[in-house]
T-cell receptor, first 112, second 117 residues
Framework: QKEVEQNSGPLSVPEGAIASLNCTYSDRVSQSFFWYRQYSGKSPELIMS??SNGDKEDGRFTAQLNKASQYVSLLIRDSQPSDSATYLC????????????WGAGTKLIIKP | GAVVSQHPSWVICKSGTSVKIECRSL??????MFWYRQFPKQSLMLMAT?????????EQGVEKDKFLINHASLTLSTLTVTSAHPEDSSFYIC?????????????FGPGTRLTVT
């Protein structure tokens, strides 16, 4: 079992709709979770971090964390073509020097 | 804030030569920097963790004598690919975390695309 799992996609969502990206992790004691966006040919860009159960909103983005079920999700409201990218989920590695464990990423395509 | 630069952004070199990639934190200090490699259509692969003033910690399977890392200051880490071969062609990306915080957020540089001919 991979430590951080994401559906590779592609996930196709019509413009203006809500895009829902999911991530599950295996280490029950994980405390810190991150969503990054990576455009093709570019480096990852931090979108949101979440540390507590529940929802965290930032503009059109909402991160949701459920530690009991060991999943974290990212919702993108009013999806725009510019949101088309690969979204990477990362979880803090508990036994390391600030390292993150990365999911393989979900490719999101927003169709005009 | 939390801007990381990399130089060069792309480089082409001949097989057998060495290439140095610089990673700088521009507006913050970073005691810990990370070096990743990413092949086309694949996810990030952590190569090593670079700590200011001490030896880097390499991930399993990464040759430390081939990928030399130096983190001489709180704002600069370098990765040198020695005796490069075509299979070393990849996208190399560094990241850094802000010193003095409890945050585990990593901020990425724009990456360096290496092509070995």
């Amino acid at each position: 079992q991979k430590e951080v799992e994401q559906n590779s996609g592609p996930l196709s969502v019509p413009e203006g709709a809500i895009a829902s990206l999911n991530c599950t992790y295996s280490d029950r004691v994980s405390q810190s979770f991150f969503w990054y966006r990576q455009y093709s040919g570019k480096s990852p860009e931090l979108i949101m971090s979440i540390y507590s159960n529940g929802d965290k909103e930032d503009g059109r983005f909402t991160a949701q964390l459920n530690k009991a079920s060991q999943y974290v999700s990212l919702l993108i409201r009013d999806s725009q073509p510019s949101d088309s990218a690969t979204y990477l989920c990362a979880v803090r590695r508990m036994d390391s020097n600030y390292q993150l464990i990365w999911g393989a990423g979900t490719k999101l395509i927003i169709k005009p | 804030g939390a801007v990381v630069s990399q130089h060069p952004s792309w480089v082409i070199c001949k097989s057998g030569t060495s290439v140095k990639i610089e990673c700088r934190s521009l507006d913050f200090q970073a005691t810990t920097m990370f070096w990743y490699r990413q092949f086309p259509k694949q996810s990030l692969m952590l190569m090593a963790t670079s700590n200011e003033g001490s030896k880097a910690t390499y991930e399993q399977g990464v040759e430390k004598d081939k990928f030399l890392i130096n983190h001489a200051s709180l704002t600069l880490s370098t990765l040198t690919v020695t005796s490069a071969h075509p299979e070393d062609s990849s996208f190399y990306i560094c990241s850094a975390r802000v010193v003095g915080t409890l945050s585990y957020e990593q901020y990425f540089g724009p990456g360096t695309r290496l092509t070995v001919t």
